[in-house]
């Protein structure tokens, strides 16, 4: 089992950074993929970010490639999400997530936040 909450969320405007930490509950926290995904008003939930269980691999959407940073602290437990430049596109509630294998692929997250919001003003 692993549970999973997410902070840092907040309103920002366009231009702004905003740091999104995912804190991790569990044992077997450390052989799992992390991943972060969002949901827009009236959309399907999207991948945006991930990073492997050793932290050695990211992966990331088109949309943020060159704005945001995954990593992870597997010492305290804890990822993060770094965005930068963020956009009024960027506005969703974003869930952390522990998975395996594919990290893009919503289908191979066993576990997920509950979410934090993140709103951007134009």
């Known amino acids: 089992q692993v549970q999973l909450v997410e902070s840092g969320g907040g309103l920002v405007q366009a231009g702004d950074s905003l740091r999104l930490s995912c804190a991790a509950s569990?044992?077997?926290?450390?052989?799992?993929?992390m991943g972060w995904f969002r949901q827009a008003p009236g959309k399907g939930r999207e991948f945006v970010a991930a990073?492997?269980?050793?932290?050695?691999?990211?992966y990331y959407s088109d949309s943020v490639k060159g704005r945001f940073t995954a990593s992870r602290n597997n010492a305290k437990n804890t990822i993060y999400l770094q965005m930068d430049s963020l956009k009024p596109e960027d506005t969703a509630v974003y869930y952390c997530?522990?998975?395996?294998?594919?990290?893009?692929?919503?289908?191979?997250?066993?576990?997920w936040g509950q979410g934090t919001q993140v709103t951007v003003s134009s």
């Open positions: 997530a522990a998975g395996r294998r594919d990290l893009s692929d919503m289908d191979n997250y066993d576990y």
């Open positions: 569990g044992r077997t926290f450390r052989s799992y993929g």
């Open positions: 990073v492997s269980w050793s932290a050695g691999s990211t």
